[in-house]
């Protein structure tokens, strides 16, 4: 080939390359601008539920209202239908609940919620771990939960075990020595206080999970300090149902 070929030859290459390149930064960046738009189309959209949309101290008393409602035994009759439909499509909580997982405490029962209203996480002993805050990180950054509540009970179970297992030096079976272990804190914080040691280490495990959620870095620490999120305690009482707020 001969040297004005060879330079045309690589002119044409290479208008054929930037092109090819042209082309797919071209496709790129109208899939982000289709992305994008995507996604600020969601941000736009109406809440399914805008009843839910509310600031932290209003979602604290609608939490308290609902269970008031609840202990008085007039709680409202939920249209559980036309909340499916309207939910399909998304959520947008206004509390999130950390609760233990005892038969007896039901979250969307003792604060009369509907579907949708409540972002719930249980696990016995009601202590967070890494998968109820990364959990509890999600409906913050992108429900916008305005409100946690850490919520015990009395005669918990969990804490029980914890408090035996301790005095006694045994080691329960299966994987009960993990509850044991992040209990074991409240337990010892608790011990040679006044008054009933299981009911001083299930207030303190409820002050301690709540102080644990408000330092969770760096989503929730950050919501807390932004004024976006608010994170009480409370204990519910077998007895009647009411929730006793304790932080």
Known sequence: ???????????????????????????????????FAKEKSKETKPPPKPQNVLSPDAAL???????????DGVTRRHDFKHEREALAGGQNPFAGILSCADSRIAPEYAFDSGRGDLFVCRVAGNFANDESIASL????????????MVLGHGSCGAIDATIKSLKNGTTLPGHLPSLVDALAPAVKASQGKPGDLLANA???????????????????????????LKVVGGIYRLEDGKVEMVV
């Open 1 to 35: 080939m001969c040297q004005f070929c060879d330079v045309s030859h690589s002119a044409k290459t290479s208008r054929r390359r930037f092109m090819i390149g042209a082309g797919g930064l071209a496709a790129s960046l109208a899939l982000g601008s289709q992305a």
């Open 202 to 228: 299930t207030r303190q495990n409820v002050i301690d999970n709540v102080a644990k959620l408000k330092a969770a870095t760096p989503i929730l620490n950050a919501a807390v300090e932004q004024g976006k």
């Open 137 to 148: 990180e999600y409906a913050v950054a992108v429900l916008n939960v305005p409100l946690f």
């Open 61 to 71: 008393e609608r939490l308290v209202k609902g269970n008031t409602r609840y202990i």
